[in-house]
């Protein structure tokens, strides 16, 4: 019997119908998966509406729902750990879904492999329990497992390639009981070098679910949550005009709500709500982490629609995340009007590394949390070097100076870490502003 803990477990069963159905017909094949959504949209709640909500998975499982387990594993916790202390983390939290599920043989079971591997203090053997734990669950009790990873990116920066060998290990032996939902904000072979993935790769490549911008269910839902904890009702005009202004986005809506019932004086109308809702710090914080996780190139693009041009380029990636519609047209009215009225001269922006907090910096964003271990490595390198010509060996000694060996390392592996970063870095990554290449001597990083 499962009890009601967790605000995701009274939200509506149609909520998210669309992609959960999508995810589980992956699922239910012994596939893995990417859950992509933009900052905001809900990706962690529906990774939680998986795990805590049952009439959810009944609707969406029947009765077979009993055979499949949800573990909700959030890498925020652990984004700084080492291996060994992720797959604890993993471990730990399979143990502890099982008791929430109040399935006390399994859980004793899990829990008393979980204790004794722990005992011994070390990682081979706490991993082994891990693959026994799985065993037991998968070959026994005839178990689906599925491991949904939330918010993987900030782990990506660490990220190593025996992460998937560990994971391609559990699938092997599972088999088709087995699967790994890695919700992230890009997909993974945009942020992580082919050689790190590859491992993993074949049990997700090509399962891709976009989150869709707003979820009708679950925003209905939670506005009346909150106005029921607040003793307070929206005037359904202006519930229409925040619907309007934010595209349905959850956390700017829900944001936007809460900031309405505590006001004294109601927003007439949508111009005045927008202007409001702008003054809020919390609006404000949403905002820019919607312009944090986006790369310069599509801050770019976003700005010349925001500022009524014609953009210089497609971006497939914003209409896949539902932030532009197929003909360009921003689906947040709210951040098209942040982006115009913070538009500034692209030549102002400056790329900084900062040798106490060891993080590089565009102007006030932190972007090396978005940039994989050897992406960092060179741009560092880049950056204490600057104006001068680098030559590829140099370059090639100086970010796999951590490997066995550099003869490995070809030309086009350096080309392509090369390209990849300034897919992240440069406004226009085909006329790259910072990161240029001097014809026959080298590669130069030219400061703002």
Known sequence: METHQHLEALYPADSRFAEIEQLLALIKDGKSAQLIGMPGVGRGNLCKFLVYNHNIRVKHLGDAQTQFHFVFINFAEVKNRPLGDVFKFIFLELVSSLHERHVEDLFEKTDA????????????????GLKDAIDFLVHEKNLHIIFLFERLEQYIPILTDDFFVHLRSLRERAKYKFSVVFSV??????SIEPKVLADF?????????????????????????????????????????LLSITGGHGKLMRLGAEALLVTEKMPENQEALEAFLLSQKTIQGALFELKSFLTPSELHVLSQIANGQNPTEQSVFLQNIGLLTSANVFTIPLFAKNLAAQHSDKNTAHITYDSTTDTIRRDDMVISENLTAAEFRLLKYLLEHQEAILDRETIISSVWKDTATTAGVTDQALDQLIFRLRKKIEEDPNNPKYIQTVKGRGIKFVSA
Request: hydrophobic share 35%; net charge positive.
């Open 201 to 241: 790769y074949e049990f997700f490549a090509g399962h891709t679910v976009y989150l869709s911008l707003t979820d009708s269910h679950g925003i209905k839902f939670r506005i009346n949550y909150l106005q029921q904890l607040a003793g307070k009702k929206i005037p359904q005009k202006q519930l229409d005009d």
């Open 113 to 128: 492999l979980f204790k004794k591997s722990l005992s011994y203090k070390d990682d081979l053997v706490l991993f082994q």
């Open 185 to 190: 904000t890009r997909p993974l072979e945009d």
